[in-house]
């Protein structure tokens, strides 16, 4: 148990639908991460918060949607999703946005795209 | 473009065996992080070296950071079969961005 949440653990959707991945941290950490883990690939930095606000996009497709209401809470809006976009989709947390800080992960999200 | 190398890709080994395994890139970072991911779960930080030539023990595991800071490696001693799981390295550049090299993927056989 990291104190990092994530749900839901498995989801399945076609290419027209819409869905959400859901992250929590209950480490009262300042910054949030979204990392995508594909089969063969480095794990990929998608997005991140820090103090509710989006420090880094690292040119993720718009189809990727996140969302930090506050500092405990990071969402990640999915629609109209790519077969190629199946992956771990991991949420991290950390103190604050210093690229040394130890990262808690929570469990992820496996995403299968159909 | 910045790039950690992690090698082997997969190592498969008998319990009580020793083992390494390496993080290379031709770039300098300010860190480096390992992480031990297992099955079903995220990774799970195991230690962090900052400076050139710092070499950290957590029990049977040994972690050594090269001395230009381009580099680490990860011994462990009389491998178990708990120690199975994918291994990852994460350098923070310059830039204090955090990049992850592919892993290597371990199995101690009982």
């Known amino acids: 148990e990291t104190g990092v949440t994530q749900t839901p653990r498995h989801l399945v959707m076609g290419m027209t639908n819409k869905k959400s991945l859901k992250c929590e941290q209950h480490?009262?950490?300042?910054?949030m991460y979204w990392y995508k883990q594909s089969a063969k690939k480095p794990l990929e930095l998608m997005f991140v918060?820090?103090?509710?606000?989006?420090?880094e996009n690292n040119s993720v497709p718009s189809r990727f949607s996140p969302e930090c209401p506050n500092s405990s809470h990071l969402f990640l809006h999915l629609h109209t999703l790519q077969p190629e976009d199946s992956a771990l989709y991991l949420c991290?947390?950390?103190?604050?946005?210093?690229?040394?800080?130890?990262?808690?992960f929570g469990p992820g999200t496996r995403l299968t795209v159909l | 473009t910045q790039l950690l190398e992690q090698s082997p890709q997969f190592l498969s080994i008998q319990e009580g065996e020793n083992l390494t395994v390496y993080c290379n890139s031709s770039?300098?970072?300010?860190?480096l992080q390992w992480y031990r991911q297992e099955p079903g779960e995220g990774p799970v930080l195991l230690v962090t070296?900052?400076?050139?030539?710092e070499v950290k023990k957590l029990k049977r595991l040994t972690f050594q950071f090269g001395d230009a800071r381009k580099d680490s490696s990860l011994h462990i001693t009389a491998a178990q079969p708990g120690d199975t799981g994918l291994y990852l390295c994460?350098?923070?550049?310059?830039?204090?961005?955090?990049?992850f090299g592919k892993g290597t993927r371990l199995h101690i056989l009982p």
């Open positions: 991290a947390s950390s103190q604050d946005g210093q690229g040394y800080n130890e990262q808690f």
């Open positions: 480490l009262g950490h300042n910054a």
């Open positions: 918060y820090s103090l509710e606000e989006r420090v």
């Open positions: 770039s300098v970072f300010s860190s």
């Open positions: 070296v900052v400076t050139g030539g």
């Open positions: 994460a350098g923070a550049n310059r830039d204090d961005k955090i990049i």
